[in-house]
């Protein structure tokens, strides 16, 4: 059984930051990629940005320049640090990785933290 479990997230006013983790648990043997999704009220989940196991990234135009994704392979975490936060970055941000144990290959996905941008 693998877990992925989110933090970081809280109420930070515009213009502020934000750094998020996900720590994956279990019965890991490795670890491909990992990323980070949101979920705004109302909308569909939309993919935030994405890191390879060798370090490779790919962000949405929307948080380019102001969020950046990195890795732990060490510690089996992936962080997001969001800068000069916006109103419109308020959603519920997961985590979402695709593992392996001995016997299976598979996407999961963590269950959420909540950001809130407000004044």
């Known amino acids: 059984q693998v877990q992925l479990v989110e933090s970081g997230g809280g109420l930070v006013q515009p213009g502020g930051s934000l750094r998020l983790s996900c720590v994956a648990s279990?019965?890991?043997?490795?670890?491909?990629?990992m990323r980070w999704y949101r979920q705004a009220p109302g909308l569909q989940r939309e993919l935030v940005a994405g890191?390879?196991?060798?370090?490779?990234?790919n962000y949405a135009d929307s948080v380019k320049g102001r969020f950046s994704i990195s890795r732990d392979n060490a510690k089996n975490t992936v962080y997001l640090q969001m800068n000069g936060l916006k109103p419109e970055d308020t959603a519920v941000y997961y985590c979402?990785?695709?593992?392996?144990?001995?016997?299976?290959?598979?996407?999961?996905w963590g269950k959420g933290t909540l950001v809130t941008v407000s004044s």
């Open positions: 890191i390879t196991s060798g370090s490779s990234t």
């Open positions: 979402n990785a695709d593992v392996s144990t001995r016997t299976v290959y598979r996407n999961y």
């Open positions: 279990g019965s890991i043997f490795s670890i491909n990629a």
